[in-house]
């Protein structure tokens, strides 16, 4: 099988699966007063810093947590409360469930956020606005910087769900100027199961969604998962940026642009490892069944637990229309490779020319 | 041989799954999300898919084959859904799983068969596919209380070519779970579904009416000669034939009286004595399995009855269709032609006025 749905979940990074496998094999709980308790401490505030380092944020910004989307769900919990909230058009289920009833900032053709929009919202009382650092569906790269300085001008916070961004791109959380950042551990090769919110030292004391007994300085409750944040640790110091996979990624955008494709979100600035294809005409779902049966894993639209393909939210906010629902998501791996490539590049070839008809 | 089974989660379409997988071919299974069942349960935060899509993955997990879950709501909501609503409130009594194996089984999924380069389509229906010279033909099942042929007449000939019903044969239903229970799968036990799929606890005249509100407003009950014996609470509560929410209307002037009307433009349910009836029904949308010309055969026009003997002749829209004795035909339903166990092809029901 040839994996190339990396924005789903990265395949483990060897550094990570031995950091896993160190913690399994010790005891302790963080929490606890003796040597085995200390130790177990000792691991987790490691990891801890490691993440802080990597993402250029002081030790003590960092609240783990079970993953990117309890950060989204915290984010909006602690920062949102008594505010507007603002979420981009084209943002994850993780903060659009979180944000019930938010204004819609809208994007643009290529999948942009239009600032100009955000300026207008944030007129009035105070807003927590959220924008991802990098789309999942598509890879196009949100102007979080540009958008993090206007909130702050308006008094507004910003939370910026950074989970595919993270470790492929270059990231300082200091240096963006954003309240809140959300990671999660497998979108960067680490084991499920961790991730985190990093927070800004001018950000409120924070009221837990789960209170229990007040590890994570009270932030969140529960015995942190320490095999799970190590591996997350160590995956994060090896995640060292994927432009090694851009010129993979752009031979398959041509191979599939030849065999009748059109690439979305092409003119905006893009992960280096995510192509969203539209095979215009195909439905989605049947251009992934197609190429699974084909031995390769690609996948469409935000998977349902259900497992059916659900239609594009992304897409549609992009104006699509009916191309929303026949694009695919290509997403390279960290350990992709020529072979990879090429295999897919075929496939698609004949997956396409099977599949192909005049759009009606 | 690559073959798409539709898979519903039931036993029925699981065993297919199992038999052919065992048979050696190359199975791909495919289950049609309909509807949202969350939404359709009326439970808050239920998931959308369901039990029975959860039971066909956990099927073709035991098989160790490929399953994929399609999201055919819309086209359900439109052809299926719409379609029997509108029927309804036509004062007719539509068969909304004719409809669905039309469009959704037979013509979407079977184009995605095709497109995934399946030779065939499979399906759990209890039907028999008969090979000949001159091409595959329907048949009924071997088990007469599990026939599904009257569900099927509007395949196509290109369709039956195209499908295949491995459980035609079986001589019941509890030769098929033993087969389940055989092959180690999980749902061998589990219950047979009821009624309607997308009607949840059978109260379908809210399914109705939520889309056509039309369909239940409140009118007269009138006998033949234009007596009001009564008032009812929307056409789309009434079947041709059927005595059920009459009321005292059911006995009125001391003879029993059951629905022989439905006069949607009115909204008037027109009753009168259960042995009137016509002796010629006209049908549209006729579907030919056989080379259509003036026949002599047996037809039923419900689901569960005896076929009786009928004259049927192609007309330029459809067919009509002479009874020998009268009978009292529910327009919507269909009316589907046999020589012996062979379907010969079958039409709707259509007002006779």
């Not at chain 2, 049908?283 to 076929?307: G, I």
Request: include cysteine; hydrophobic fraction near 45%.
């Amino acid at each position: 099988m040839i994996y190339l749905d990396a924005n789903a979940t990265e395949p483990l990074r060897p550094a990570a699966q031995a950091a896993v496998l160190a913690a399994l094999a010790g005891v302790g709980n963080p929490s606890s007063v003796h040597a085995a308790g200390r130790a177990a401490r000792r691991r987790l505030e490691d990891a801890r810093e490691a993440i802080a380092t990597r993402f250029g944020a002081p030790p003590g910004a960092v609240v783990f947590t079970s993953g990117g989307t309890e950060a989204d769900a915290l984010a909006v919990h602690a920062l949102g409360r008594g505010r507007r909230l603002i979420v981009g058009a084209t943002e994850h289920d993780a903060i659009r469930a979180a944000a019930p009833g938010a204004a819609i900032l809208r994007v643009g053709r290529d999948g942009v956020a239009d600032l100009g929009a955000l300026r207008d919202l944030l007129e009035g009382p105070p807003a927590l606005v959220c924008l991802m650092a990098a789309n999942n569906e598509t890879g196009v790269l949100q102007p979080v910087a540009e958008a993090a300085a206007l909130c702050r001008a308006r008094g507004a916070r910003l939370h910026v769900d950074a989970v595919q961004a993270a470790g492929r791109i270059a990231l300082d959380f200091a240096g963006l100027g954003a309240d809140s950042l959300a990671l999660s551990s497998h979108k960067l090769g680490g084991p499920a199961g961790a991730g985190a919110l990093l927070l800004a030292p001018a950000a409120p004391d924070l009221t837990p969604l789960i209170a229990g007994g007040g590890q994570e300085r009270g932030r969140r409750g529960g015995t942190p998962p320490l095999p799970a944040i190590a591996g997350f640790a160590a995956a994060a110091a090896e995640a060292g940026g994927a432009d090694r996979l851009a010129p993979l990624r752009d031979a398959i955008e041509r191979a599939a642009v030849a065999a009748g494709a059109v690439v979305i979100g092409a003119a905006a600035p893009r992960l280096p490892n995510t192509t969203c294809l539209a095979l215009p005409g195909v439905r989605a779902e049947t251009q992934v069944i197609a190429l699974d049966l084909a031995g390769i894993a690609v996948s469409a639209g935000a998977a349902c637990s259900s497992g059916k393909v659900a239609r594009s939210h992304v897409l549609d906010a992009m104006g699509l229309g009916p191309l929303a629902g026949e694009a695919i998501r290509v997403s390279l791996p960290w350990s992709a490779t020529e072979a990879d490539v090429a295999a897919f590049a075929a496939a698609y070839r004949q997956v396409a020319e099977r599949l192909a008809r005049v759009p009606a | 041989m690559r073959v798409l089974v539709a898979m519903s989660g039931g036993v029925d379409s699981s065993t297919v799954a199992g038999l052919l997988a065992e048979a050696g071919h190359t199975v791909i299974g495919v289950t049609l999300q309909l509807y949202d069942f969350g939404a359709a349960s009326g439970r808050k935060g239920a998931c959308c898919a369901g039990q029975d899509i959860f039971d066909a993955r956990r099927v073709a997990d035991h098989l160790g084959i490929p399953h994929y879950v399609i999201d055919a709501e819309a086209r359900f909501r439109d052809a299926v859904i719409a379609d029997f609503a509108a029927s309804y409130a036509a004062g007719e009594t539509p068969v909304p799983c004719v409809r669905c194996n039309q469009t959704v089984k037979f013509h979407d999924l079977a184009t995605l068969a095709r497109d995934l380069g399946c030779e065939r389509m499979a399906t759990g229906h209890y039907v028999r596919r008969v090979d000949t010279p001159a091409g595959a033909e329907l048949h009924r099942a071997r088990d007469p209380a599990r026939d599904q042929s009257w569900f099927l007449f509007a395949t196509t000939p290109a369709q039956l070519e195209f499908s295949l019903f491995p459980l035609g044969d079986m001589p019941d239903k509890d030769a098929v779970r033993r087969e389940a229970a055989r092959l180690g799968l999980p749902v061998a036990a589990k219950p047979d579904s009821q009624d309607i799929c997308f009607v949840p606890a059978g109260s379908y005249a809210e399914v109705v009416g939520r889309l056509r509100p039309d369909a239940l407003t409140p009118g007269e009950i009138v006998t033949e000669a234009g007596e009001v014996v009564g008032r009812h609470d929307g056409v789309a509560r009434y079947t041709v034939g059927q005595a059920r929410r009459l009321g005292a209307a059911a006995r009125a002037g001391g003879a029993r009286r059951v629905v022989v009307g439905l006069d949607a433009a009115r909204r008037r349910v027109v009753v009168g004595s259960p042995d009137a009836g016509r002796r010629v029904v006209r049908l549209r949308e006729m579907n030919w399995l056989a080379e259509p010309r003036p026949r002599r055969c047996t037809a039923k026009l419900r689901a569960r009855e005896a076929p009786q003997a009928v004259e049927v002749m192609p007309t330029a829209d459809g067919a009509e269709v002479r009874l020998a004795a009268p009978a009292l035909a529910a327009p919507g339903q269909a009316c589907v032609f046999y020589d012996e166990s062979r379907v010969l092809g079958g039409g709707f029901i259509l007002a006779p006025w």
